[in-house]
């Protein structure tokens, strides 16, 4: 039998077949046929026609088969997958049909996109794991929990150094702020708060991992389990009045990660269109990037409520965010650290003094709350003093008319004669 005369039907269509065929043979009445397949009674007659005119075939839908007046043309495809080819190499069906609508001017829906990176071997489709923990609901106002991390990853493609994003999420909207350091630890994770705080003001509480930067990896004494040691990252902070909580998983502090996934995605190929090379660079496009990233995915809060306090004005930020030291102010009203000495210029009160470590490398030394003149003693170059060289010591033999061969001589004698 020629293919052409295969009529293939859906269950449904054999359904419906089966029903008009039994009011074609008055078996059962259009009125009934119509109400078994819902369908108007009009409808039923126009099939009823059909299928006397066309046979079975009338059944079948005239578009099967047919090019739909809507597909988008070879021309367009091909244009569209060449492109992902060359430039959006790597990127998901998502942002690739952003681009193509942004800089290519061809406008091709993220499923659509999805199928032919699929049959261009562009793109695998990603496994989704099983949900580890239950779901925690968002915070319900803006500022009451935001979460900090930092993602290490090669944001620049080897086009210049690797970088870490110190970045930020706000619980309840999942507004973002972020800014790139070289490293992650406390100086990069002061400086990225003090922005945040220019920018939004102080959140009410921040979650964070518990890498050393913000939780002190020592154990409080037995005796003191009261007094927890905190890290200069933590102990910033509640002097500033912000809750620190510390997650006891990456899974708790979801969303944050989640943003590092996206970001690792989105904002690593707009640099790599942008050819950004340096650290500086990266700054600057993040600042223009961060706010059409959230407007496309901040989502509005369960209360309209801001709750970031406003930045105070007199507090001097630099005054906390650094690293503080206590150090035993001596007789002379000297103090020292890591190897270098300090002559305070003034009498010393208290028997304890606080050195700041600013993020500016600048060094300030306080007494009950008063900064203190000091300037720095340079050690005195002493010479160095030339080390002897030890001589090679040679080996002695005695000659044979010692003393010590005398002795041994006459011992194996007197053993030769007792024998």
Not at 49 to 59: A, D, H, L, N, Q
Request: charged fraction near 35%; hydrophobic fraction near 35%.
């Amino acid at each position: 039998m020629p293919e052409r005369d295969i009529i293939k039907m859906s269950v449904r269509e054999l359904k419906r077949l089966k029903v008009v065929q039994e009011a074609m043979e008055k078996q059962i009445t259009q009125k009934i046929a119509a109400e078994l397949l819902e369908l108007s009674e009009r409808h039923i007659r126009r099939l009823v026609k059909t299928v006397r005119e066309e046979g079975e075939r009338g059944i079948v839908h005239r578009s099967r088969g047919r090019l739909s007046n809507n597909r988008i043309s070879d021309k367009v495809k091909a244009k569209a997958v060449n492109a992902c080819k060359e430039s959006y190499r790597g990127f998901g069906p998502t942002l690739a049909s952003e681009k193509l609508l942004e800089r290519e001017g061809i406008a091709v829906s993220r499923e659509t996109m999805r199928k032919w990176l699929l049959e261009e071997g562009l793109w695998q489709h990603k496994r989704r794991g099983s949900p580890h923990r239950r779901y925690r609901e968002r915070k319900e106002c803006f500022g009451e929990m935001v979460q900090m991390d930092g993602s290490h990853h090669d944001w620049l493609e080897e086009r210049g150094p690797k970088l870490v994003l110190m970045g930020y999420i706000d619980d309840a909207t999942g507004s973002t702020f972020g800014k790139f350091y070289d490293y992650e630890g406390t100086i990069p994770a002061m400086d990225s708060f003090r922005e945040y705080v220019k920018k939004y003001g102080f959140p009410q509480s921040v979650y964070l991992d518990q890498h050393s930067t913000y939780k002190s990896p020592h154990q409080a004494k037995e005796e003191d389990r009261n007094n927890m040691p905190m890290s200069q990252f933590e102990r910033a902070l509640r002097e500033l009045g912000v809750k620190v909580i510390h997650a006891n998983s990456p899974q708790a502090k979801g969303r944050v990660e989640r943003l590092f996934g996206t970001l690792q995605d989105r904002l690593v190929k707009e640099m790599r269109l942008r050819g950004i090379q340096i650290k500086e660079e990266a700054n600057v496009f993040l600042r223009s990037y961060l706010p059409t990233f959230n407007k496309k995915f901040r989502v509005p809060a369960a209360k309209k409520a801001d709750l970031h306090m406003p930045l105070p004005k007199g507090l001097d930020l630099d005054d906390f965010l650094c690293i503080k030291t206590n150090r035993v102010a001596r007789n002379d009203n000297t103090v020292s650290l890591n190897g270098r000495l300090f002559q305070i210029q003034e009498s010393v009160g208290a028997l304890y003094v606080e050195i700041q470590e600013r993020l500016n490398g600048a060094l300030h030394i306080k007494a009950d709350g008063k900064s203190l003149k000091y300037t720095e003693i340079k050690p005195i170059a002493r010479p160095k003093r030339k080390k002897m060289q030890s001589q090679a010591r040679r080996a002695v033999i005695p000659k044979p008319t010692h003393p010590w061969r005398q002795g041994l001589k006459s011992q194996k004698l007197r053993r030769a004669y007792a024998k």
